[in-house]
C-alpha cells in the first residue's frame, strides 16, 4: 500500500498510509484467482465473504463491493486499517504461497473509505421498535457491534462508557497516525443514526449498579468492558518520574490531545531518547507517537526476536522505515534514576532462545552479558489485564484468569441475562475478534429476550 | 453537563460548588472522588466529593486555586456547566465503630474529611476533628465540623486562631492523654507524611488519603500509581486511601512534581489569555 514519506510523516502525526487508488484497487482485485473453497475466509474471524467483495470490486462495483463487508463486518474502514491480516486473511491466500497475497485489507479499506468519499450514505433496514431495552457497558468494538446489531433488530440500545468520548481503545489507544479519529466519529454516528442512545462518563459498578440497570427495565446487559489495566513488570525504578504506562502515555495524546499543550490542557512528557518496552501493537504505536514528539532516538526493547513479535507486520516495517531501533534479545532488569528521581539509563539481560514456551513461542532465558541503554523516558507496553471495577461490583459472576469473564460460545455468562465479549472475555486481542464476540452476543441476547416473551405469553 | 446549583468561597482561593450530579449524589460513599473535566479542551482532574444530597441529587466539591484548571473551575458562577463528571471512584472509607476516631485536616483536606466524620458519627464514634492552617482565613468549614464532631481543635502557624503550632503537636497530646482507635489524615502531603511519623510509634492505626496525578481515573492507565509497603498500587481503584504507615512517601512527592513546569507553563498562558469564552462552554 502506499504510504507517506518516512522522512516526513514521522514529525506529524496524520495518517501514514495513503490506501489504493480506484485503478490500484481494481489492479488488485483481478489477482484473486476466486478460489472454490477460500482459505482467506477460513482465516476471518468473522467469516467475511472475501472473494464476493473482491469480485465485486474486479468489476467496479465499489459500494456493492461495500454492501458485502457490512454484511459481516459492522467497522470495515477500521478493520482494513488494524487487522492483523498477514495472521488471518492474507496470511492464507494461495498466491501467498509463491508470491504476494492479495492485499485483502488494503481492498476492504478501500471499499470502505470510498463509499465516504462518495458521499454514499447508507441505509440500513431498520425493524420497527420492539419496545426491549438492552444495555450495552463499553463502547468499543464490542460494544459498538452489540448495540448496532441489536438496533436493527428493533430493540432500544443504550450505551454506557466510562471516559467522556466513545470508541475504547480505537479512540484512546490506537494513535492518529495509524487510525484517524474521523473515521471513528463516523461510526459512531452511523451507531447512532440506528437509534442507539450513548451516556458518557457512566461508570457502571460505580455510578450505577448492573443489579439497578435490570431494575431500570433493561432486559438484558452486554459488557464490553476491554482489558484496560495495564500491567507492569516488577522491576527497580518502575516508579521513577518519566517513566510511563504505554496506556497512561498513548490516552495522553489521543484522547487529551497533549501533543497540542497548552492548547489543550493535557501536557505530555516530550523526551530525547525513550525506550519502549514490548513488542506488540501498543509497542509499536508508543515508539512512534514518541518519535513524533520529538525524542531524536527511540528503542523498541524486545526479549525475543522479531519473529516472534505480535505486533501487525505493518507497523514494524513503518517503524523501521521511520527511524525506530530494534533492540531484540533485550530484557529489561533496572531503570536507573538520577539524583532528581528522573530516569537516566535502563540496564538490560542480553537474551538467548530456548524451547517454546507454553505460547509456542520461544521462551528467551538470559545469556549473562548486559548492557546499559542511555535514555532519558521509558515506556512499558508489557500487556495489559483486567479491569476490576465492574466485574467485581457483580455478585456472583464466573470469572477465569484472575478477572476475565467467562462466557459461552454464544457470549452468556453464567449469570441469565449478562452476556460478555471482547477483551474482557477473552484477555486482549484483536478489533476484529471484539466485533466478532459482539456480533454472536447480539444473535444471543436476541435468542434470549425472544424467550423470555414466549415463557411470559404462555 | 452537569451544572452548577451554587458557588461560595470558603476562604481565599478556595471554592465550593455545589453541582446537579443525580447518580452519582446518590451513589457517594465518604472517600470517593469524582474526575472532572470543565470544557472540550480541559484536561481530567479528580476532586474529593465534600458532601452530597441524594435527595437533591448534587453532589459538593471543595477546591483551592492552584492551577489552570481549579483557576477556571472557579470562574464558573452558578448557572454554568461543567462538561463531564465521572464518579463516584475510589474505595470507600472503612466505616464501623472504632471508639474514638482522630480526624487532622490541612487546608483543603477537611473536604475529604467530612463526609467521613458523618459516616463516623453515625456509627457512634467519639470523633476528635483537628483543623490546621497557616493562619485563620484558611480554616475552612469550622462550623460544619462543630456541627458533628465532639470536639474540634483549631491549630494555625501564626496563632491568628486556635492554638499556635503544627496539627501534630495537638495529635500527639490527644494520642497521649485517649485511647485513639484510628486516625484519618487529609491535606498536604508532608502534613500527612508528618503525622503517619507520629503516629507510627504509638501504633495507632493511621490512613492518609493521596493526591497523585490522575488521568483517567478508572485503573485504566497507571499514572496514578503509588508505593505501598513496597508493591505498585493504583489510587484511583486501590485508593485513594491507603494506611500511612505503608505509603512510600518521598516517591509521591517527587512523582507529584513532574509536571511542575507545565502546571506553571499552563497557569501563566492562561493568566495572560483572555478567555474568549470557551472556557465557559
Ligand atoms: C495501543 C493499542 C493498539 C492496538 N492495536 C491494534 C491493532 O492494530 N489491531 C487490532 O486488531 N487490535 C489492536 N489493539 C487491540 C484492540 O484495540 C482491542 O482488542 C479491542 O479494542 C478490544 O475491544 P473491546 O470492545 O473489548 O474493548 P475496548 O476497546 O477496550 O473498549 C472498552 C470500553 O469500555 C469502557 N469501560 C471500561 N470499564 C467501564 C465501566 N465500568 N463502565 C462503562 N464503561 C467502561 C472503556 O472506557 C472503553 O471505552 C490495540 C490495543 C491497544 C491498547
Ligand atoms: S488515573 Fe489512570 S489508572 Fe488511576
Redesign the pocket.
Known amino acids: 500500500m502506499r504510504a507517506r514519506d518516512p522522512k516526513i510523516r514521522n514529525k506529524d502525526f496524520k495518517e501514514v498510509s495513503l490506501g489504493l487508488t480506484e485503478k490500484q484497487a481494481v489492479k488488485e482485485a483481478s489477482r484473486c484467482l476466486q478460489c472454490k473453497k477460500p482459505k482467506c475466509v477460513e482465516g476471518c474471524p468473522v467469516e467475511i465473504d472475501i472473494p464476493g467483495f473482491i469480485s465485486a470490486l474486479r468489476d467496479s462495483d465499489f459500494s456493492g463491493a461495500l454492501h458485502v463487508i457490512r454484511k459481516y463486518n459492522m467497522l470495515p474502514a477500521i478493520c482494513g486499517r488494524?487487522?492483523?491480516q498477514e495472521n488471518q486473511c492474507q496470511g492464507r491466500c494461495i498466491l501467498g504461497r509463491k508470491k504476494t497475497p492479495i492485499s485483502i485489507g488494503a481492498l476492504e479499506r478501500f471499499s470502505a473509505d470510498y463509499a465516504v468519499k462518495k458521499g454514499n450514505t447508507e441505509k440500513t433496514p431498520k425493524k420497527k421498535p420492539n419496545g426491549h431495552k438492552v444495555a450495552v457497558?463499553?463502547?468499543?468494538?464490542?460494544?459498538l457491534t452489540v448495540a448496532a446489531d441489536l438496533a436493527r433488530l428493533g430493540y432500544d440500545i443504550t450505551i454506557?462508557?466510562?471516559?467522556h468520548k466513545p470508541?475504547?481503545?480505537?479512540v484512546y489507544?490506537?494513535p492518529e497516525f495509524r487510525l484517524p479519529k474521523k473515521i471513528i466519529a463516523r461510526e459512531i454516528e452511523y451507531v447512532k443514526s440506528l437509534g442507539v442512545k450513548i451516556k458518557l462518563n457512566?461508570?457502571?459498578?460505580r455510578t450505577q449498579t448492573v443489579d439497578e440497570l435490570f431494575e431500570e427495565g433493561f432486559k438484558a446487559v452486554f459488557i464490553?468492558?476491554?482489558?484496560?489495566s495495564p500491567r507492569y513488570m516488577s522491576i527497580p525504578g518502575e516508579n521513577l518520574n518519566n517513566v510511563y504506562f504505554?496506556a497512561e502515555f498513548?490516552t495522553r495524546v489521543n484522547l487529551m490531545k497533549a501533543e497540542q499543550f497548552p492548547k489543550y490542557d493535557t501536557p505530555v512528557k516530550k523526551a530525547k531518547k525513550v525506550a519502549v518496552i514490548g513488542g506488540g501493537?501498543?509497542a509499536m504505536?508508543a515508539a512512534r507517537t514518541a518519535l513524533r514528539l520529538g525524542a531524536k532516538k527511540v528503542y523498541i526493547v524486545y526479549r525475543r526476536t522479531e519473529n516472534e513479535m505480535p505486533t501487525?507486520l505493518e507497523e514494524l516495517e513503518h517503524a523501521k522505515e521511520e527511524g525506530i531501533i530494534c533492540k531484540f534479545l533485550s530484557n529489561p532488569k533496572e531503570i536507573i534514576g538520577d539524583d532528581k528521581g528522573y530516569v537516566k539509563a535502563m540496564i538490560c539481560d542480553e537474551m538467548k532462545l530456548c524451547e517454546p514456551d507454553e505460547s509456542g513461542r520461544r521462551r528467551p532465558e538470559c545469556s549473562g552479558k548486559e548492557f546499559t541503554l542511555d535514555v532519558d523516558q521509558v515506556i512499558m507496553a508489557v500487556g495489559q489485564a483486567s479491569?476490576p471495577?465492574?466485574v467485581k461490583s457483580i455478585k456472583g459472576l464466573k470469572l477465569w484468569g484472575g478477572g476475565y469473564i467467562k462466557i459461552d460460545e454464544d457470549g452468556s455468562s453464567n449469570i441469565p441475562g449478562i452476556f460478555a465479549g471482547?477483551?474482557?472475555a477473552t484477555g486482549?486481542?484483536?478489533?476484529?475478534s471484539?466485533m466478532g464476540a459482539g456480533k454472536r452476543a447480539a444473535r444471543a441476547i436476541h435468542t434470549y429476550i425472544s424467550s423470555l416473551k414466549k415463557v411470559r405469553k404462555r | 453537563m452537569y451544572k452548577i446549583i451554587k458557588k461560595e468561597t470558603v476562604a481565599p482561593q478556595v471554592v465550593a460548588i455545589e453541582v446537579d450530579a443525580p447518580y452519582i449524589a446518590r451513589h457517594h460513599q465518604a472517600g470517593n472522588f469524582v474526575v472532572l473535566r470543565i470544557n472540550e479542551r480541559g484536561e481530567r482532574i479528580p476532586l474529593t466529593i465534600a458532601d452530597s444530597d441524594a435527595k437533591k441529587g448534587t453532589i459538593t466539591l471543595l477546591f483551592q486555586k492552584i492551577g489552570k484548571t481549579t483557576e477556571a473551575l472557579g470562574k464558573l458562577n452558578a448557572g454554568k456547566a461543567i462538561r463531564d463528571i465521572a464518579g463516584p471512584l475510589g474505595h470507600a472509607t472503612p466505616i464501623k465503630k472504632y471508639g474514638h476516631c482522630v480526624l487532622v485536616g490541612g487546608g483543603i483536606g477537611a473536604a475529604t474529611l467530612f463526609p467521613i466524620l458523618k459516616a463516623l458519627k453515625t456509627e457512634k464514634n467519639k470523633v476528635t476533628t483537628i483543623l490546621g492552617a497557616r493562619e485563620q482565613k484558611l480554616i475552612v468549614w469550622e462550623d460544619r465540623f462543630k456541627e458533628y464532631s465532639d470536639e474540634v481543635l483549631v491549630t494555625t502557624d501564626d496563632g491568628s486562631s486556635g492554638r499556635k503550632g503544627l496539627v501534630t503537636e495537638a495529635l500527639k497530646e490527644i494520642i497521649e492523654s485517649s485511647k485513639v482507635k484510628i486516625v484519618i489524615a487529609v491535606g498536604p502531603i508532608r502534613m500527612m507524611q508528618a503525622v503517619s511519623e507520629l503516629t507510627r510509634p504509638y501504633g495507632v492505626k493511621t490512613i492518609v488519603s493521596l493526591n497523585p496525578v490522575m488521568v483517567e481515573g478508572?485503573g485504566m492507565c497507571g499514572a496514578c500509581r503509588v508505593n505501598i509497603a513496597g508493591k505498585t498500587k493504583f489510587a484511583c481503584v486501590e485508593g485513594p486511601e491507603f494506611d500511612a504507615h505503608e505509603v512510600d512517601f518521598e516517591e509521591l512527592v517527587n512523582r507529584l512534581g513532574f509536571y511542575r513546569e507545565e502546571e506553571a507553563e499552563a497557569m501563566k498562558a492562561f493568566k495572560k489569555k483572555k478567555c474568549k469564552g470557551h472556557c465557559k462552554k
Request: charged share 10%; aromatic share 4%.
Open positions: 488494524v487487522c492483523p457497558i463499553g463502547s468499543g468494538p464490542a460494544g454506557f462508557e466510562a471516559l470508541g475504547g481503545v480505537l489507544g490506537i457512566w461508570v457502571v459498578g464490553g468492558v476491554g482489558a484496560g504505554a498513548l501493537n501498543v504505536d501487525r479491569n471495577i465492574l471482547g477483551d474482557i486482549a486481542a484483536t478489533v476484529i471484539a | 478508572t
